[in-house]
């Protein structure tokens, strides 16, 4: 510990005021505390103390409840490639090329978002802030296996900049910075982020009848042609695959970390027990899906309407997005009643989108996306409810 | 109409180094001081004393321009060793020179059936010259109550919630009749009622539960229960216009002091604590006492904070520095300037959190575990993040995050129907404590009502 505090303490002077490096000062400030929390004391006047909690503890704390579905989405990449392509295959062969295909693209996402952080930083002069830890490791969660390197640099970019820096970084941002590099490349390249992309095959010939279809592939086709969807989701090459159990536990294609519902609740109960993640906002996403889907196999029509309701919370990215996407305090409502009502919409916009919207198969980012938007305005009236009862109090 | 009232928000911060209740033998302090800064809102200090001078105990020192009747008296007897001035020529800090023994100013001693005959301008004109104004603080502002104004009622809280606080039975004990006194000089300053509000969950001491002319309130719950701002939300809330006037037990019993012994007599039990303090216990001392004397040869080696108050809205003020006015608790706990190897990241149990993110495992030790915290800050400072948080720890309905927010961006019209005129700084030291953003959140709350009340 000492050798390291010497280390950094026989640079300090080149990124003090009138160093060399001066400028990069939020650089050196933003390695020091990853090694050492701060020597600052508490102001002369008010709290004389402080709770142990900072936003760097906070932020880790999300990192680890992405951890299992970081862990299964790297073995579920090798599974679905081995299964595609007919090979017989160990737990570790599966897990060995999804960490082939997933560590880079994690690598690219922090190396490009820090990058573009960092310049930020030395431009503006504000330390290095800890909301892209998190961010970093949803981008890459989010992205289909086969997205292309570049893409993901450039989704990144994107995000930091004009979701979060021009907004003042983080804390600012009003949309979640990980789903708007999403949403971006959907919009910029949507061939490389829709379709066949969710299984990664690399250059090896496929089993016959393969097909790389989704659920909600097989969901917008059955509603454009008026086909039975569950007719077509058991004819799938690959029996099983689209069970409900099968699909809870996310055995199937899909973006890297979000396809396994249950690695979804477990990152959930971490989230929820550290307090960290607002269980009002995950449990009325559920609850919303739930309700809208349920809604539509009453009014019936279609066979994807017809869909039954509790297929919704398992397949798509609904359980990641309720979870860890819809959960970010930044770009959520912020008033307690205003979360009910966030998370609840959200759900309901979710499985409107799916369902009416073909062009559309994946409802959850653009539901959150919009409600991001949409979260000032319902905290506008929370608050305005708040402030009438203050002064209905004065003339009574 | 007493009123019983159950707050489930909150946090109670335990920490070691409560005083036992006994009183230490100390010397008495050779230097004592009044600091004008220390009242809020108190624009210009006027002295009427200058260095050199000797004052009694009760001498007027100084008087605020804005409320010329109110005078600020010497709490001891001695001689004024130094007029400290700052800024153009403010008056920062009146030191005294105290004398071995206290000697008071006499005026007129009153029986208590003298006392019930005494109108409102009579005893605002005692009150007013006699030093013990300033213990009316009035909610809006915090500041010292004018005395042209008729508060709608008189909040007095029974019990300190903050941690380490000094036993309001303890230290007031034997002090019945000029708490009572005070009491029924008080009620003639309201239209409305004097409202006594004690622990539901503790023992009230007879002191309180025998006071009449006053409304009993119950009050349960965790930190602030004890604050008068949650208090008087929940029994007679503040509404713009409004104004309620708030005392401390000890400014009570110093009113009643004054009408029936005619001194102003200052006199307190003081509680010594922290963990830093050896043996933890109470001192008998007089406002602005200077620290030094009073805790020598009970602190323990090592870089100390020297805290006048708690260590929730407390001052630094160093080992010389002085009790001030309204503090009836010194606090000494250790700095924390000091890095820590992944400190942002290790388990711990040692560290006291409201949260349970990641490694914080405080939770899992009780509410009876008793901590040793220092000032170390635990991160640095961020933008807002976090929500819903603060509205856990301030039993109010109130919007905090968004009330920091309205002062931050200097909207008035935000701030007011926010409900800035509830809140004074105590209010909002939990938010502080617990933000994981590391604000200084009273300072703030202190900035947007000077702002709302000068503009």
Redesign the interface.
Known sequence: ?KL??KKFDSVKHHFEKGGKWEKFHPIYEGHR?I????????????????????????M??VI?ALIPCLLFGMWNVGHQHYIATGIDATLLDKFLIGAIRTVPIILVSYGVGLGTEFVFCVVRQH?V???FLVSGLLIPLVMPPTIPLWQVGMATIFAVIIGKEVF?????NILNVALLARAFLYFAYPSQISGDVWTYLGDTPVVDGFSGATILAYGAEAAANNTDMMQLVAGHWSAGMFDFWNMFMGIMPGSIGETSTLMCLIGAVILV????G?WKIILSVFVGAFAMGSLFNLTGGNSFLQMPAHYHLVIGGLAFGAVFMATD??S?A???LG?WIYGFLIGVLTVLIRVVNPAYPEGIMLAILFMNVFAPLIDFYV?EA??K???K??TV | MSQTIKLNKGFT?NLAGKAENKISETDHPETFAIKPAEFNHLTTAKMLVSEGDNVKAGTPIFFEKTMEDVVFCAPVSGEIAEIKRGEKRKVMEIRILADKQVEFEKSKAYSNSDLSNLDREALQDILTKGGVWPNIVQRPYGCVANPSDTPKSIFISAFDSNPQAPDYGFVFDGCEQYFQAGVNVLKKFTSGRVHLNTNLNGEVSPLFAKAENVEHNKISGLHPAGNVGVQIHHID?V????IVWTLAPQGVIEIGKLLLEGVYDTSKLVAVTGSQIENPSYVKTYTGACLNKLISGNVKEGDN?F?SGN??????VGEDGYLSFYHQQI?V?P???????????TP?TK??????????L?FLGGSNKEYV????????H????????F?KVLPM???P??LFKAILAEDFDDME???IYELV?EDV?LC???????H????ILREGIELIKHG
Do not use: C
């Open positions: 510990m390291l505090q505390t090694f050492f929390a701060p020597d600052l004391v508490t102001a002369k006047k008010g709290t004389q103390i402080k709770d142990g909690n900072d936003l760097k503890r906070m880790f704390t680890i330390p802030e800890e909301g003042g970084g983080t804390g600012m027990a550290t307090g960290v607002s305090p930044v959520a912020h008033t307690e979360k608050v708040n402030k009862r203050r002064l109090r004065a | 911060i809330p509404n713009k216009g409004d904070r805290i260590v929730l809205t407390g001052e630094s606090t706990i700095e924390g300037k000091y890095e820590e190897l992944f400190g942002w990241i711990t560290k006291l959190s409201f949260h349970k993110a990641f490694g914080l405080s915290l220092d000032t170390n800050q635990h991160g640095e961020r933008n807002f993040v976090v929500t819903g948080e509205e309905d109130i919007l995050n968004y129907a926010l409900g700084e030291a502080e404590f617990i933000d994981v953003s590391k200084n959140l009273q300072e």
